[in-house]
């Protein structure tokens, strides 16, 4: 019978031992980034995360390196590890490029709708998951709030017919950089006004799916990227940008 090396154990118990820590880690410093308690901007000072979370300083290390990766930090030349940063002007292009996207492809991704009934019922159960997490109020998770918007709008933008669009949409992560834009300028999370206005559109999203209606579909994918846009709006450069969206109004009268 082969025998097991025990130095092969300790070093696979060991391994196991240092990534649990990592994953732990990472999850902690994500959570804050996501709660606001580290600001955009803030430095990620090693010695400072490693006596806050009581560890040595290769596990923050590696779980900065890991949300560099991720894109929840940015680590300049020569300088400390920093949360990311957004802007209104960067964000209201990213919604102009999202809106011409899914607008564009309305009609595909209708027509998918109509061949394929598991992307409602995906949608469905998705928007089902947002009402629990909304459902928990102060306890919700936005970091699963953000992942579930995203899964939802990524639902059907798979089916829009142009591979190179989609991929195109998948790296805006617009979700994600809308939630941070929103935190960094309000200082708070999401209202609950948001959190509520964002479900309603949702619904109207999968309604249109369900009736197989491209108008509809436009309707609503329209008024939910404007009105959420509109929170954007907070300066001449930002507002100056969102007056663009008249011209779409216009274009696909809505």
């Given amino acids: 019978m082969e025998h097991t090396n025990p130095l092969d154990i300790d070093h696979s118990l060991s391994m196991l031992v240092n990534t649990s820590l990592v994953d732990v880690i990472a999850q902690k410093i994500r959570?804050?980034?996501?709660?606001?308690?580290?600001?955009?901007?803030?430095?990620?000072?090693?010695?400072?995360?490693?006596?806050?979370?009581?560890?040595?300083?290769t596990p923050i290390k590696d779980a900065l390196n890991r949300l560099v990766a991720e894109g929840y930090v940015e680590a300049p030349p020569r300088k400390s590890m920093v949360v990311r940063t957004y802007s209104n002007a960067s964000i209201m292009?990213?919604?102009?490029?999202?809106?011409?996207?899914?607008?564009?492809?309305?009609?595909?991704?209708?027509?998918?709708?109509?061949?394929?009934?598991?992307?409602?019922?995906?949608?469905?159960?998705?928007?089902?998951?947002?009402?629990?997490?909304?459902?928990?109020?102060?306890?919700?998770?936005?970091e699963a709030w953000v992942e579930n918007e995203t899964l939802f709008h990524g639902c059907y933008?798979?089916?829009?017919?142009?591979?190179?669009?989609?991929?195109?949409?998948?790296?805006?992560?617009?979700?994600?950089?809308?939630?941070?834009?929103?935190?960094?300028?309000?200082?708070?999370?999401l209202r609950r006004s948001v959190i509520e206005s964002n479900l309603v559109e949702h619904q109207a999203i999968v309604d249109a799916i369900e009736d197989l209606d491209t108008e509809a579909f436009l309707r609503a994918v329209y008024c939910h990227i404007v009105r959420v846009a509109e929170d954007y709006a907070v300066d001449d450069v930002s507002r100056q940008r969102f007056a663009r969206f008249q011209a779409y109004q216009k274009k696909y009268n809505v």
């Fill in 93 to 142: 292009d990213s919604f102009h490029a999202r809106l011409m996207c899914e607008c564009f492809c309305a009609g595909d991704i209708i027509e998918a709708a109509g061949q394929h009934p598991e992307i409602l019922a995906k949608l469905q159960e998705i928007l089902d998951q947002m009402r629990k997490i909304a459902g928990k109020g102060e306890k919700m998770s936005y």
């Fill in 31 to 57: 959570a804050n980034i996501y709660s606001g308690k580290y600001e955009a901007g803030k430095k990620l000072i090693v010695r400072e995360l490693a006596e806050e979370f009581d560890v040595s300083h």
């Fill in 157 to 189: 933008m798979r089916y829009c017919g142009n591979d190179q669009i989609y991929r195109f949409y998948q790296t805006m992560d617009i979700n994600r950089a809308c939630y941070f834009t929103y935190l960094d300028t309000n200082h708070s999370p």
